[in-house]
């Protein structure tokens, strides 16, 4: 039982063939429900399903499949008639994501179904750096002219509204150049007969980084965001629901990066075997070498160790307290990085400030383990190899342990 529909009502619906009740249930589900059904379904009953909706809820439930399989079998199955109505109802930017996921027949196909004009915009947006705010952006706004009134604003997005993915916030323009912004809310407080503009107006260039622009909208909980070129000329807008999916690839990035995995822009599943192990073996390879010279240092030390045997327990402590520690610093400043509180130019800084928490941490663990060690080792255990010089010397090498994890943990990410 799922929270907004019962699966197993839903699925028993298709096997035994009663698909007039399964349309008056999946009508009256969100899109993303209805998505979501589709993914339990095999592909012949996936297409089976999604002709039963209605155009508008195709468009929607369309982009909003996972899964870019589906999507290549549903554009594979549909007619052409089909296929045009599900991308007349589309928004221009859905259009271009689709098209970036598809193979080159099927993309030949989905322009052959779109008119001119939409073909024109397709490949317009297509032209931007795939991580700037023009990839991201849709073509699709409500414009009004300075000199409207409220009432005549209304009548505007009254007759072209229908068609565009917001009319919450509406951009005032002469000639194309941006010069101010409205909202709906402001106009529905104010009489018919005013005439309404902020003129304090956020925009973002064209080939600015998606990210930051995701941050921007963030930062100043924005529902939309106008893009314009170098003339100052609004060429679209950027809204929330595309932030979010920005957001959310930037985050899992951030965490590939955190686990030492080169980050990849395909689902797990998605990703060959091939593609898996590139993404690894490099840090793999660059661990095992950090702990090859680990293994010349305690070679190093083979004689100290032979005369002290007792320090040999002690290395997986000081092994396992290096990692974390680096492991720490890392985290963080992969963090910083990715919401741009700290940039490359910062890393003295940065450096300088772990070099200090990595004293204090070092000493707080090295007075903790002298403890342990003249408590638990020497007292309890009756060790009487474990001596205080013994244990002096090792929370030494633990303190000097967490100093390099750290600065090389902190280092590494901003190199």
């Known amino acids: 039982m799922h929270e907004n529909y019962d699966l197993e009502q839903l699925l028993e619906l298709v096997q035994t063939r009663q698909f007039r009740r399964l349309r008056e249930l999946l009508v009256n589900m969100n899109e993303v429900d209805i998505a979501e059904f589709l993914d ?4 012949e009953e996936t297409v089976l399903v999604f002709r039963l909706l209605p155009k508008e809820v195709a468009a929607e439930v369309f982009t909003e499949l996972e899964d870019s399989d589906d999507q290549e079998r549903l554009i594979n199955a549909l007619s052409d008639k089909e296929l045009r109505e599900v991308l007349d109802e589309l928004y221009l930017d859905d259009t271009v ?3 970036e996921d598809m193979p080159a027949n099927l993309v030949s196909r989905i322009l052959r179904n779109t008119d001119s004009s939409t073909r024109s915009q397709i490949n317009q947006l297509l032209n931007y750096p795939k991580d700037s705010a023009g990839s991201i952006m849709t073509t699709e706004y409500v414009y009004l002219h300075p000199n409207a009134t409220v009432e005549e604003s209304f009548a505007r997005i009254r007759k072209v509204g229908m068609d565009k993915e917001t009319i919450y916030t509406c951009y005032v323009t002469q000639n194309r150049v941006l010069l101010g912004v409205v909202t709906v809310r402001r106009m529905l407080l104010s009489s018919y007969e005013t005439r309404i503009m902020e003129t304090n107006v956020l ?3 064209t080939h600015e980084d998606k990210e930051d ?16 070129d170098a003339e100052n000329r609004l060429v679209g ?31 797990y599943l998605k990703t060959g075997v091939l593609e898996t192990w590139r993404s690894r073996i490099p840090w793999l390879m660059l661990l095992m070498l950090s702990a090859t010279f680990t293994g010349i240092i305690i070679t190093s030390f083979e004689s100290a160790l032979a005369a002290c045997v007792v320090l040999t327990s002690f290395i997986p402590m000081l092994s396992g307290t290096g990692g974390n520690s680096g492991s720490q610093s890392s985290v963080a400043v992969i963090r910083a990085l990715s919401l741009g509180e700290i940039e490359f130019s910062d890393m003295a800084a940065v450096v300088w ?54 600065v090389v943990g902190c280092t590494l990410p901003m190199a």
Not at 40 to 43: D, I, K, M
């Open 97 to 99: 994501d689709l098209i």
């Open 237 to 267: 807008i950027i809204t929330f629901d595309d932030a979010m999916d920005v957001i959310e690839e930037e985050t899992t990035e951030d965490f590939e990066k955190m686990a030492a995995i080169l980050p990849s822009d395909k689902p």
């Open 40 to 43: 339990e379904l095999g592909p």
């Open 353 to 406: 400030k772990e070099i200090r928490v990595s004293v204090l941490c070092g000493l707080c663990l090295a007075v903790a383990n002298f403890a342990k060690m003249m408590v638990v080792d020497r007292w309890l255990m009756r060790n009487p190899e474990v001596t205080p010089m013994v244990a002096l010397v090792v929370c030494l090498t633990l303190v000097f342990t967490v100093l390099c994890a750290k």
């Open 203 to 205: 925009s973002v260039n």
């Open 213 to 228: 622009v995701s941050q921007l909208l963030n930062k100043y909980d924005l529902s939309a965001l106008p893009v314009v």
